[in-house]
């Protein structure tokens, strides 16, 4: 236990910060796979948005210390990856030969 006074609010600050970054990360993650769930059905007008939104909060959660900024990097990536390959796999079928 804590017993001088700037440890006793030190371990206040600690626990207000792990229960944002546990709801923001948490949200990131529910988002994602929303994202994905779009992904799979293939719909693409709306996994764009999905997009949109989950970069949002992943530039949010890294610009903060509830993520670190290259981790948000790495998913944005590979998140944009996936939206990619399903647009092409879209265009390439809806493109006569």
């Known amino acids: 236990m804590a017993h001088s006074l700037s440890a006793k609010k030190r371990v206040r600050q600690n626990v207000r910060r792990k229960?944002?970054?546990r709801s923001r990360k948490s949200q990131v993650k529910t988002q994602i796979?929303?994202?994905e769930?779009?992904?799979s059905e293939g719909n693409v007008a709306t996994?764009?948005?999905?997009?949109?939104?989950?970069?949002r909060k992943l530039d949010?959660?890294?610009t903060t210390s509830t993520m670190?900024?290259?981790?948000?990097?790495?998913k944005k990536?590979?998140?944009?990856?996936?939206?990619?390959?399903?647009q092409a796999?879209?265009?390439?079928?809806s493109q006569p030969k």
């Open 19 to 21: 229960t944002l970054n």
């Open 47 to 55: 996994a764009q948005e999905q997009f949109r939104a989950v970069v």
């Open 89 to 93: 796999k879209q265009g390439a079928g």
């Open 68 to 74: 670190h900024k290259k981790t948000a990097a790495r």
């Open 77 to 86: 990536s590979r998140l944009a990856k996936k939206l990619n390959a399903l």
């Open 33 to 35: 796979k929303h994202l």
């Open 37 to 39: 769930a779009t992904l």
């Open 60 to 62: 949010k959660a890294g």
